[in-house]
């Protein structure tokens, strides 16, 4: 059962959530050992909530939910980032985020593991240790919101949150066979405090199985927060629950790597078995023979929004922690981001965002001639448990990186992410233009690794995607993983 269908058995009163909430801890106890997904339970206070449940006719009424250990901070519960400067310290406040998760009467369970500070596109924090992948063991769940996607890959839940800054719901989706909604901009409710996560970047949101979860989470958790920076009018109820037949689309398909590498035969072979299915249909079907966007620009761009805004990270952190933080305090990785974002001026952090306007007006003049975007999620299937290790000459100028030059740290940055960013660089686009991005598990490797694909709409049209997505469903084109 979805997560739909579980709160409609909670209010017909088929089940009550302290089943569900006791079912729950009992698959997580008997699963986790092996995927490493959960990294904090609040199973007592889990336990005593469903026992005082009141029941007001949520839409999520008791169905048990995991947060990810990154951001989605809850009053009084551990959120360690994957880190080991937060390895102990309880969050003062509950986000706007997590109370309206609760307001649908989600009975939140713990949190899920993730990379340091989620800049990696698996999950591998030397705090907690990686994620294996719920469909093969020897493969990372990939990131960063890599424990979520176990918990939902393996049963433990039907719906977990995410969080996707450049791809972090729909990479994991795609290598674990869930379905993936990154929301546009402004979508999803933010703050308190809080409001341009990697300059608009970051969204919140969640990983599935089913089109209606998907549906459902997305009616009840978009917000028009006129308090923030980029407020979005709310979908209605129509507009998302539409049950005409889909009309007729303009398709353009997108095969080439942003960056220049390979994509494996089984991407692209799931792409074009997508295009083929929206061409026996009828619709119009176009393979782009040109990138409207610069994908190697837009990448080292987005290495430079993202390493000010981990400098301003711990700046704050230095703050709360009332001294400097060290190489000792972090992941090697982590400490060349942060080193590097130093020596950024303004006037090129607001070049670049002036860039991602740019990007956003390419990618919109896209939309006017096609209705959706269709392009590989991940350029490879799952990688291995340990993946991207760095050489040794590569780690000794990242421990020196403060002796190089600014734009020698810039390079290493690339050099760093390089083979990662090969493997998964169609994502990153979306997050940077604000636009809604959906993966769809549509395909397996001859290993059983899942593939999905990548669907991406105007800015506002998550309507569009989700009803692509019903459409696939019914159609089952969908090969969720079933646990």
Same mark, same amino acid.
């Given at each position: ?365 896209? !939309?006017?001639?096609? %209705?959706? *975007? ?6 490879? =299937? #799952? ?6 290790? $760095? ?51 549509? !395909?397996?490797?001859? %290993?059983? *690794? ?6 991406? =709409? #105007? ?6 995607? $989700? ?17």
């Amino acid at each position: 059962m979805d997560a739909t269908s579980l709160a409609e058995a909670v209010r017909l009163k088929k089940v009550s959530p302290l089943e569900l909430v006791t079912e729950t801890i009992q698959r997580a106890h008997t699963l986790n050992p092996s995927l490493n997904a959960i990294v904090y339970e609040q199973y007592e206070e889990a336990l005593e909530k469903a026992k005082h449940f009141q029941l007001t006719n949520q839409p999520f009424a008791g169905v048990p939910i995991f947060l990810k250990d990154l951001g989605q901070e809850q009053k009084g519960s551990i959120c360690t980032y994957g880190s080991r400067l937060f390895k102990d310290v309880k969050s003062a406040q509950t986000d706007n985020f997590v109370k309206r998760l609760e307001e649908l009467g989600f009975i939140i369970m713990g949190r899920t593991n993730t990379p340091e500070f989620g800049f990696k596109t698996v999950s591998d924090a030397a705090l907690h240790g990686p994620v294996r992948n719920a469909v093969n063991f020897e493969r990372n769940a990939g990131g960063s919101s890599g424990g979520a996607a176990a918990v939902v890959a393996s049963g433990i839940t039907p719906i977990a949150a995410a969080s996707d800054g450049g791809g972090s719901i729909r990479i994991p989706a795609s290598h674990n066979g869930l379905i993936g909604l990154k929301p546009s901009r402004g979508r999803v409710i933010v703050g308190p405090g809080s409001y341009r996560g990697w300059n608009g970047a970051t969204v919140h949101f969640s990983l599935t199985k089913t089109a209606r979860d998907t549906r459902n989470l997305l009616f009840h958790m978009q917000e028009c927060q006129m308090e923030s920076p980029f407020p979005l009018p709310k979908l209605s109820y129509d507009q998302l629950y539409k049950t005409e037949k889909i009309k007729l689309l303009r398709v353009a398909v997108l095969l080439q790597s942003p960056v220049g590498e390979a994509i494996s035969r089984d991407s692209v072979d799931a792409v074009m078995k997508i295009a083929h299915f929206f061409e026996n249909h009828g619709h119009s079907v176009t393979l782009l023979q040109k990138d409207p966007v610069d994908g190697i620009a837009l990448q080292k761009g987005f290495y430079i929004i993202s390493a000010v805004e981990t400098a301003l990270m711990f700046q704050n952190i230095e703050c709360q922690l009332g001294r400097q933080v060290t190489r000792d305090d972090m992941e090697l990785m982590t400490w060349a981001i942060y080193r590097s974002g130093m020596d950024i001026s303004g006037m090129e952090y607001s070049k670049v965002a002036s860039s991602w306007d740019n990007y956003a007006e390419q990618m919109s003049q896209l !939309h006017e001639q096609y %209705d959706v *975007l269709l392009l590989p999620t991940v350029a490879q =299937a #799952a990688p291995s448990l340990h993946p991207y290790e $760095l050489s040794a000459e590569l780690q000794s100028k990242l421990i020196r990186i403060d002796d190089f030059t600014k734009d020698q740290k810039q390079q290493l940055l690339w050099e760093m992410f390089e083979e990662s960013v090969a493997d998964t660089p169609f994502t990153q686009r979306f997050n940077i233009t604000g636009q809604p991005a959906i993966s769809l598990p549509v !395909h397996h490797t001859k %290993d059983g *690794l899942p593939i999905g694909v990548q669907l991406a =709409a #105007a800015k506002g049209r998550e309507d569009l995607l $989700l009803q692509i997505a019903e459409w696939f469903e019914q159609e089952q084109l969908l090969q969720v993983t079933k646990q």
